[in-house]
């Protein structure tokens, strides 16, 4: 007794549904793309808080210290313009912190920005389905959102 072999059915669908397929196929990496760019630089904005978080902290101090009725009563421009030098220092230790982290974010969020504002109407253009203004929430937006709230 021999083998007995299959024979494959291949169906060859029209060029307008491969297209489509492509086109599809395409859409669903382009928002993946995006996606994963925005939780990157999520990702790296929460690394940078952390890094930040004391130099911040001393900002946020020296911002509470000032009182701006207090410099007006006493007529201390000196001890004011002292204190927003300290401030300026504080802030510039900050920013030197966080700088390698921010080059890294500045990219991720300007492709977050160029997909969502050029390559992805564009795709649905393509696609069919071009962004229309909406001002009402479809239904299941609308209980989605609710369920939300439930919990």
Same mark, same amino acid.
């Given at each position: 007794m021999g083998k007995k072999t299959q024979t494959e059915t291949v169906m060859e669908l029209p060029? %307008?549904?491969? #297209?489509?397929?492509?086109?599809?196929?395409?859409?669903?990496?382009?928002?993946?793309?995006?996606?994963?760019?925005?939780?990157?630089?999520?990702?790296?904005?929460?690394?940078?808080?952390?890094a930040t978080k004391e130099e911040r902290k001393a900002v946020s101090e020296i911002r509470k210290s000032i009182k701006i009725e207090e410099f007006i009563q006493n007529s201390d421009l000196d001890g004011y313009n002292a204190k927003m030098k %300290?401030?300026? #220092?504080?802030r510039e230790v900050v920013t030197k912190k966080a700088k390698p982290f921010l080059e890294k974010i500045s990219p991720l969020s300007k492709a977050v920005r160029f997909l969502d504002s050029v390559a992805i109407p564009d795709a649905l253009k393509q696609l069919g389905t071009p962004v229309q203004p909406r001002f009402?929430?479809?239904?299941?937006?609308?209980?989605?959102?609710?369920?939300?709230?439930?919990?």
């Open positions: 060029t %307008e549904v491969q #297209e489509e397929l492509t086109n599809l196929r395409g859409f669903r990496d382009l928002i993946g793309e995006r996606w994963g760019y925005w939780f990157g630089r999520r990702m790296k904005q929460q690394e940078m808080s952390e %300290e401030i300026k #220092e504080a009402s929430l479809s239904e299941f937006i609308s209980q989605q959102l609710a369920q939300q709230k439930k919990k």
